[in-house]
């Protein structure tokens, strides 16, 4: 399953820190931001859905997201 999470992040260092974060939270197999898209996507490809937890995840860490259906 893919979530996808349309995002506030901008720099490339800054999305770096949040995937390491990510992956420590959630045992996701890959996730990904694509900066180059104007909604500054993010991807989790992970076996159950975490959206909730992604979201509340990234607001306790400044990041707006919210979650593209």
Request: with cysteine; net charge negative; proline share 3%.
């Amino acid at each position: 399953m893919v979530e996808v999470f349309k995002t506030n992040v901008h720099e490339h260092a800054h999305a770096e820190k949040l995937v390491n974060l990510l992956y420590k939270h959630f045992p996701a197999r890959r996730i990904n931001f694509d900066l180059e898209d104007c909604d500054k996507i993010l991807r989790i490809d992970a076996p159950v859905n975490y959206a909730d937890e992604v979201i509340e995840t990234l607001k306790e860490n400044g990041v707006w997201c919210e979650e593209l259906v």
